[in-house]
């Protein structure tokens, strides 16, 4: 159902039976952020992870596609 570059498979779906999602589209850039910098402080995240991580965080994403997909598979009949 989904793919990304480092991961060929980040989803299945099959009618009427389930629907599952690897990643987190419901993360907003304002949530990510949040998390890179908690882990940040906590030693979690080196400076390099964190700057990485960072660069990414406002990338376009398909959550909204993916919101889609997940309230038509509920609609299912």
Do not use: W
Request: hydrophobic fraction near 40%.
């Amino acid at each position: 159902m989904a793919y990304t570059d480092k991961c060929q498979v980040q989803g299945f779906y099959a009618p009427k039976r389930f629907i599952t999602m690897q990643g987190h589209p419901e993360f907003t850039g304002e949530v990510v952020r949040e998390i890179c910098e908690t882990r940040l402080a906590l030693g979690i995240f080196t400076q390099e992870q964190f700057e990485e991580a960072m660069s990414r965080v406002d990338n376009d994403h398909d959550g909204g596609v993916i919101a889609q997909a997940f309230l038509r598979f509920l609609l299912e009949e």
